[in-house]
């Protein structure tokens, strides 16, 4: 005679901790938080003839209908929770990928009964309301666009007596196609869902095997033990035993439930399921586990047979899953509600209307100018951003004024000046070839302009600061020669104009390519500024592009007085009111006429017997007269020109860096640090805001997204408390 079962269940209080977190988990699921988050859950996986709908009516006292047409097709979540009053709810929870209208469509299905009877007699029309809402392709719904659905069905039962539990149900793995029913993207669906539901560390598989078939050829156990490798969370529900007939197939099917054959953590339970021909409120649970009181069943632990044992054993199971998992729920779940609220601020205030628009450019603009105020006072304490150099604008500007001033003053003439020292007849090796080269060959500043190309309209890349040349009495005799006219003086009055503008050659390329190169800084300062204001590459993308004319057109203005300011000093009639000019070329005729005079001075012995120099007045007059000549002619308008030049040429420095430089460029109303401000942000048209800064459809889709992730996590974390 057998042992017998026992059939008694345990009271609730002995059965879980905390009921309630149960019904938080539940609600979790409900609102489908389960797409961030893995929650605690017990889920039936097995082939379609593995008796798993069977298992799952006995174990939850739901009546599931039979035939190929009410197969399951969609995960149902069952769910048992104790309330004062009995009833059974019906609802659909929609799919994490579910449209937004597909969404209220799905929610709004409610249907609710009183009892199990009641719920048995409507539930296949039920079933075929449920999939004609989900869009179920079947013979009662043949305009259903699909066979499976990732949509989730929720039946709760609720009453006195109820114990809690929840256990969800995906639809059963098959090998073959079904014509007309079944396709192969209909087994991958169904594989997909299967493995997305059973990845999770918080979920206990619940792999249902029939016993009369070679466990070695279930699948479901060969796919559990892929996403659970040491069987810590993997129970195996052995059905239909009393199919086992040979005494060989019923010793395997004990070995399992004993632990000797693929062991698992969590071990096997045997449970015979209602048949497909059995009245589920004439034959009890009792009833169905009289046979496990028979051989070989009754040697059995008897904790490891039955339903009832099983349902206790879930009810255990997940209990203690909760329980472990409820304090990580909540920490996960601040931690990613930290996160999407970080991510949503990142993205700024909405930018829908003309008036959101406007005020995200506006404070982008603010932030902008917040940035070049201390960089042109130099108030590098007020960011941490000046920390980079390349910030500091009107100390790299100074320095590159200065480093221009030092190379002008150099380099800038095109016949190297003599010496107070240096005798006319010293200079030589007169050479009129001088030619500017490309930055392409002066290498970093070079490869730097590359890096706006659109800079090219506006910019000069040549540079000729060649050192200046010798020779330069040989080249004024030469113009000298060159520019005679009738006139009755020494030499023409064209000859000074006329060899002053052949010295300042340079001037102009030379200063193209020093503005060039503000320019180049200024446009790069207002890049970067624009990367730390404006994090949405779009946005300043957008932006650029739309002041980029505007800025152009005042790089283009500078350069424009830069060259008008080149143009004066040039071809005007030379002129000066600053007396520098007399003081220097009287220096340079008394220091040449002193070193004219000084080579005729004799050594003599006055009366007095003293010893001296002195000169004769025909010596002198025989000088004065020589002057006259051309090599004097040469000295006098070298002398002139260096006068006159060294005056123009620091006006003339003086006069880039205050007009051109810290005018146009830098601190003036029509600087193009000036131009992003609000007040052009207020002035865009309409299209031209909405094309900067309306936001682009990813960052539409991630702002709707994370707005929805926040609320969702919002509700869980109120949940969790």
């Known amino acids: 005679m057998g042992k017998a079962v026992p059939t008694v269940g345990l009271q609730q209080d002995t059965l879980l901790t905390s009921p309630g977190r149960l019904r938080k988990v539940d609600l979790l699921r409900d609102k489908n938080i389960g797409k961030y988050l893995p929650l605690p859950q017990l889920v039936a996986v097995g ?55 597909e969404t209220v469509l799905l929610q709004a299905y409610q249907k609710s009964v009183k009892t199990t009877f009641e719920l048995q007699k409507q539930l296949p029309s039920i079933l075929a309301e449920v999939n004609e809402v989900m869009g179920i392709r079947t013979i009662q719904n043949p305009t259903g666009t699909r066979t499976f659905s990732e949509n989730v069905l929720k039946i709760e039962k609720c009453g006195p007596s109820e114990d809690y539990l929840t256990v969800i149900d995906v639809p059963g793995i098959f090998r073959a196609t079904e014509k007309d029913i079944t396709t192969s993207m209909d087994k991958s669906l169904v594989l997909s869902m299967v493995q997305n539901y059973i990845r999770d560390d918080q979920t206990i598989i619940l792999a ?75 034959f009890s649970d009792v009833e169905r586990d009289i046979m496990f009181r028979e051989e070989p069943w009754c040697h059995l632990p008897p904790d490891r047979l039955g339903v009832v044992a099983l349902r206790q054993r879930l009810q255990h199971l997940l209990g203690e899953l909760i329980d472990r998992a409820f304090p990580k729920l909540r920490a996960e779940t601040r931690e990613m509600l930290t996160q999407a609220r970080k991510d949503l601020g990142k993205l700024g205030q909405s930018r829908k209307t003309e008036r959101e628009q406007q005020q995200y450019l506006s404070s982008i603009a603010s932030g902008f100018q917040d940035i070049v105020r201390p960089a042109l006072n130099a108030d590098y304490s007020s960011s941490e951003v000046f920390d980079n150099d390349n910030f500091r604008l009107i100390t790299t500007v100074l320095n590159m004024t200065d480093e221009f001033k030092t190379n002008f003053t150099a380099t800038a003439h095109t016949y190297q000046f003599l010496e107070r ?31 706006y190309p659109d ?68 446009h790069e300062f207002i890049v970067i ?37 080149v143009e004066v000093e040039r071809d005007g009639q030379p002129y000066t009111l600053n007396n520098a000019f007399k003081e220097a070329l009287s220096s340079l005729q008394s220091a040449r006429t002193e070193q004219d005079l000084s080579s005729k001075l004799k050594s003599v012995e006055f009366n007095d017997n003293r010893q001296g120099h002195a000169i004769s007045l ?4 025989a000088t004065l007269r020589d002057k006259n000549r051309g090599k004097y002619i040469a000295e006098e308008v070298h002398d002139l020109i260096k006068s ?31 131009l992003f401000c609000e007040k052009w942000v207020l002035n865009l048209e309409t299209e031209k805001l909405d094309a900067i800064a309306g936001e682009s459809f990813h960052t539409r889709e991630q702002r709707e997204r994370l707005i929805r992730t926040i609320k969702d996590l919002e509700q869980a974390a109120d949940i969790l408390r």
């Open 47 to 101: 082939d379609q003839s593995s008796g798993k709908s069977s298992l799952l009516e006995s174990l939850t006292g739901i009546p599931f209908p039979r035939g190929q047409e009410l197969c399951t097709r969609y995960a149902t979540q069952i769910t048992h929770r104790r309330e004062s009053d009995a009833f059974i709810n019906i609802s659909i929870i929609p799919a994490s990928s579910a449209s937004k209208d």
């Open 618 to 621: 025909g010596d002198i007059q």
């Open 421 to 451: 020292s240096q005798n006319s007849n010293e200079d030589s090796d007169f050479d009129d070839d001088s030619q500017p080269f490309s930055m392409s060959d002066f290498g970093e500043d070079g490869v730097l302009f590359d890096r």
């Open 455 to 522: 800079l090219d309209s506006v910019i000069n890349r040549e540079c000729n600061d060649c050192p200046p040349l010798k020779g330069i009495m040989d080249w004024i005799k030469k113009v000298h020669r060159r520019s005679r006219g009738s006139e009755l003086t020494s030499y023409n009055a064209s000859l000074f104009a006329s060899a002053l503008r052949q010295q300042t050659s340079k001037w102009q390329i030379l200063t193209e390519f020093f503005v060039s190169k503000i320019v180049y800084k200024i």
């Open 644 to 674: 006159y030049y060294e005056v123009a040429r620091d006006r003339f420095i003086d006069n880039i860096y205050l007009q051109v430089i810290a005018h146009s460029l830098v601190s003036g109303s029509n600087s193009p640090l000036r």
């Open 529 to 565: 500024a624009l990367g730390v204001v404006c994090s949405d590459t779009k946005v300043r993308e957008e932006l650029l592009s739309q002041m980029l004319d505007a800025i152009l057109e005042r790089y283009g203005a500078a350069m424009d007085q830069a060259r008008l300011l």
């Open 208 to 282: 249902v095997l029939p016993s009369n078939v070679d466990i070695g050829t279930q699948e479901i156990l060969d796919m559990a033990e892929l996403y659970d490798p040491s069987g810590q969370r993997t129970l195996g529900v052995l059905t239909k035993p009393d199919l086992v007939r040979e005494r060989s197939a019923q010793s395997g099917v004990c070995n399992l439930i004993n632990g000797k054959k693929k062991p698992l953590n969590l071990g096997y339970h045997l449970v015979r399921s209602r048949g497909g021909d059995d009245d589920g409120n004439a």
